[in-house]
Each structure stands twice: as structure tokens, then as C-alpha cells.
């Protein structure tokens, strides 16, 4: 079948059908680039969306909870190593992603007799200064998009996501404190997961499901130690 | 997946881990680091000498290591393998905490370190490698910090009130079992700023009898590294604030 170039490109356009049907329904993700530093957040079952990576890094990330392990895992696994054998400032996302994590997200996807991974990301890491932040937005095929606007959204739908990140655009002021991007964060969740259209997104944030939590981290911009990564506490926005 | 760095490196062919070092810098021996208790928790201090032989080699060393939030190594011996074992620990803490979602666990940062110490026998045998470390870390059950001391081969002991290691430590155990015995207050009994006043008398008084215990100099507005281990985690007593507590200790 791999012979042949008609079958190839089909039973690749298949797998994108398959991945994104699989993803349909996956709660969005948020990141916001602000002066104290960069705020990840999401609606999960805890500790399945914001996820510490390394010093100043974090992912935030939607999709099967197997796959989001599996890439989990490789990027602290690679960042570590890294930041071992070289020095924790030498460990960046674009590293991370050319040597670590694009591979699996490329190999996984093409590799059309295998189960691809059901997963879409973003990655941040927290600089000096908002200039120096970098936050890239990586596709389930692992083609990476570094992103020089401030706020950044993964969600299933390419049309909604950029209509959630205009709005935000237009709705995160400069010196917002970090509660009210949370809540601009969540009422765009429920707009999203709603599927109406984005021009009147509602003025609340959804009421959150029982067994649903909000999951909101920090990498700190000065922190003492080297150590970036607070868990906040999603309670002070809800 | 398990969360253990120290397999990971020699699974992925990386540089090896501290056992397989071949580190070829002067034996530098000889220092003083010391632990106490106090009413806020672990004092965990020493001096900024590094010596070869008769030779001064440094006095601006920094011995007492942050490993994470809730853990602190301070080095005696050999310092390539000691510093080398304390970054090993770090990056193994971190990963541990970071893929498990869940910190390490007391007990097992205590045998992490004597596993490292175990696998630097064949150093510590040939006399150029010898580290024998304390460590403070907070019990994440109990919120309690406990101090621990470490023989050259490996074995852990728990100091129910004070450890110290290095040449200068006779010196300093002495005069802290004295307190221990005598003392109004006792150590474990001390406010902070008299536990950091202590600290600085104990290394000056080591550095009286240990040539190779130095960098220690209030007059010169030198101090000692001194850190405390709460419940809470870790803070640096920066200079500025040792100069405070030595001016309001007296003479």
C-alpha cells in the first residue's frame, strides 16, 4: 500500500479524518504571555492539562490521556538529559522540539499501520522579559508553530481556535491581573465547547461539571529559585 | 517511566553517572560543614575554604547545596565527585517530581545519596575520592526537617541534634555537644538569630584550630553560608542579614 503514492496520500488523509474525530469534543487550552510571566490554563480532571516539563518550561495540552503521558514523559525525559549534560539554560523548546519531540509527533503520525497519537499542544518557556517568551503551538502530526502573539489557544476546530485568540486579543488588557485573563480564559473555554459562534461568547464562564477542575499554572518570570512552575490555585477565579 | 533518573542516563548512553567520572582535578580535602536544629528548624552551615594539601586554593567555595525545596546536601571531601553527586541529585529529585507528579519521598532521597556514595567505592578506596556529606531534608508526612549524616561507604545516621563533617568539625561538634549539655538556650532552643550567630562563632572557632577552615571574617563583612531548612522549604541567610544577628549577638 506504502507503494503506491495514490494510497499513501489517501490513508494519510484518513488518519487526519480519524485524529481529528477522535479529538472532537477535547476541551481547549490556554496561554497567555503577561508581564509576571506565562499563565497555562485548561479544564480537566486534574493534573491532565498543565504540566511542569522543566525549569521554565510547561505544556499544556488536550487529547487522549495515554498519549498525553506518552508525550509527557519524552520532553521532561529529553529536557532532563539535556539540562544534565549540558547546563539547564542550554535546554530550549526549540531543542526540545528538533530533537525530541517532533520525531515522535512526525513518525507517529505517518506511521499508517500504527495507532497515531491523539493529541494537540502548546509549550511554553518563560524568558527574562515578555520579549524573550517563547510559546510554540504543536500539531498532533508535530509540525510546530512558534507564536510571536501573546496569547495562544489549542483547540480541535483550526477556524475557532483563531476566532478564541482575536477575541482574547481584543478582551486581555496590557496590565490585567492574572484572575481576569483566567476568567477571559474560561468564558472563551465555554464558548468553544459550546460551538456557537464566537461573536457572543457568554459574559460568565461555564459553570464547571463535577468531576471537571480547572487546572491553572504559572512559570514565574523572577523566581529565586531555579524552579519556575506554580500550580495556582483555580479556586481564586472560579 | 519509573521516575528514576539515575537509570535513564546509562539507558540513553549520556555522560555516566557519578561512579563512572573520571575526574582528574587535585584532591582538594579538607573544610568544615555542620547542622543544627533550632527553633525554626535546621541550621545547615559552613565555610567558603577550598584547600590541596597546604595550598589555599579558594576562599570563596559555596559547600551547602540546594537539591530542591525541601533538601540540602553539605559537601566534605573530594569536591569534583561531591559536587558532581550533588547535581546528580538535583536533576534526579526534579525529574523524579516532575514525571511521577508526585515529590520524592524522604527515605528515598536519603538512599539516592547513599547509592551514589556506595557507587564511589572504588574512589573512596584509592583515597582521591572520599566525600562524606550531610544532609538536611524535610519529611513531607510529617513537615519535620531531620538532619543526616553519612560515612564515606554509604551508611546513612540520623543526628537527633547536630552533625558537622570536615576537618574543622572536632572542633564544632565539640563545642555544640557542650551546648547540647549546658546550654541557656540550647541549640534546638536558639531564635534564628542567635542559631546564625552561633553558626559564625562555631566556623571562626574551627578556623583556629583548622588551617583549612577559612572565609570566615565578621570584621571584613565575611560570612559564613548559612541556610535554613523549615517546613516551608529553603531560605538563604543572605549576608547582609548575618552582619544584623552577629552586631546584635555582642561581642
Not at chain 1, 535546554?91 to 525530541?100: D, E, H, K, N
Not at chain 1, 464558548?191 to 464566537?198: E, Q, R
Not at chain 2, 570563596?60 to 547535581?87: F, H, N, Q, V, W
Not at chain 2, 508526612?141 to 545516621?157: C, E, R, V
Request: with cysteine; aromatic share 8%.
Amino acid at each position: 500500500m506504502t507503494d503506491e503514492p495514490y494510497r499513501w496520500l489517501e490513508a494519510i488523509a484518513n488518519r487526519r479524518e480519524y485524529i481529528r474525530d477522535q479529538l472532537k469534543g477535547a476541551s481547549p487550552v490556554f496561554a497567555f504571555s503577561r508581564p509576571e510571566g506565562i499563565l497555562l490554563c485548561g479544564v480537566g480532571v486534574g493534573q491532565s492539562k498543565v504540566f511542569e516539563v522543566y525549569d521554565r518550561h510547561a505544556l499544556v495540552t488536550l487529547g487522549h490521556p495515554v498519549d498525553i503521558e506518552k508525550v509527557r514523559q519524552t520532553l521532561i525525559e529529553a529536557a532532563h538529559l539535556e539540562g544534565f549534560t549540558r547546563a539547564p539554560e542550554d535546554v530550549t523548546l526549540r531543542r526540545l522540539l528538533s530533537a525530541s519531540l517532533g520525531p515522535l509527533l512526525k513518525n507517529a503520525f505517518e506511521q499508517i499501520f500504527a495507532a497515531p497519537l491523539l493529541i494537540e499542544l502548546i509549550l511554553a518557556e518563560v524568558g527574562r522579559t515578555p520579549d524573550q517568551d517563547v510559546l510554540v503551538r504543536v500539531g498532533y502530526d508535530g509540525t510546530p508553530r512558534f507564536i510571536k502573539n501573546s496569547i495562544v489557544v489549542a483547540h480541535t476546530n483550526a477556524t475557532d481556535e483563531q476566532a478564541a485568540v482575536d477575541w482574547l486579543s481584543a478582551q486581555v488588557q496590557p496590565n490585567a491581573a492574572l484572575k481576569d485573563v483566567g476568567r477571559l480564559a474560561l468564558r472563551a473555554e465555554g464558548a468553544l465547547m459550546s460551538g456557537k459562534p464566537f461573536a457572543s461568547p457568554p459574559t460568565e464562564p461555564n459553570p464547571i461539571a463535577k468531576e471537571r477542575v480547572i487546572e491553572m499554572a504559572i512559570l514565574e518570570r523572577i523566581e529565586p529559585n531555579r524552579v519556575h512552575y506554580r500550580s495556582l490555585d483555580a479556586s481564586t477565579i472560579s | 517511566m519509573t521516575g528514576d533518573f539515575l537509570s535513564l542516563l546509562p539507558a540513553r548512553q549520556e555522560i555516566g553517572t557519578a561512579q563512572k567520572s573520571t575526574h582528574s582535578l587535585p584532591t582538594l580535602e579538607a573544610t568544615t560543614v555542620f547542622a543544627f536544629h533550632c527553633s525554626e528548624g535546621v541550621i545547615v552551615a559552613g565555610d567558603h575554604r577550598a584547600t590541596a594539601g597546604n595550598v589555599v586554593f579558594s576562599d570563596k567555595t559555596e559547600k551547602i547545596i540546594e537539591l530542591d525545596r525541601y533538601s540540602l546536601l553539605a559537601i566534605a571531601g573530594s569536591p569534583s565527585i561531591a559536587i558532581e553527586m550533588a547535581r546528580t541529585l538535583q536533576t534526579a529529585f526534579e525529574f523524579y517530581r516532575r514525571s511521577q507528579l508526585q515529590p520524592m519521598s524522604l527515605s528515598a532521597k536519603l538512599r539516592a545519596l547513599s547509592r551514589l556514595l556506595r557507587e564511589n567505592l572504588p574512589a573512596t578506596l584509592q583515597g582521591f575520592g572520599v566525600v562524606a556529606p550531610i544532609f538536611a531534608g524535610v519529611d513531607a508526612s510529617t513537615g519535620k526537617p531531620s538532619i543526616y549524616f553519612y560515612d564515606p561507604l554509604g551508611a546513612q545516621f540520623e543526628a537527633a541534634a547536630y552533625a558537622g563533617s570536615g576537618s574543622g568539625s572536632p572542633s564544632i561538634k565539640s563545642v555544640l555537644h557542650f551546648h547540647e549539655q549546658w546550654g541557656n538556650p540550647k541549640p534546638a532552643q536558639m531564635t534564628l538569630a542567635q542559631a546564625v550567630a552561633l553558626a559564625n562563632r562555631l566556623l571562626i572557632t574551627a578556623a583556629e584550630f583548622d588551617t583549612a577552615t577559612g572565609g570566615v571574617n565578621p570584621v571584613r563583612n565575611d560570612f559564613a553560608t548559612i541556610k535554613l531548612l523549615s517546613p516551608t522549604g529553603i531560605r538563604t541567610i543572605e549576608t547582609i542579614e548575618q552582619s544584623q544577628h552577629w552586631r546584635a549577638s555582642g561581642p
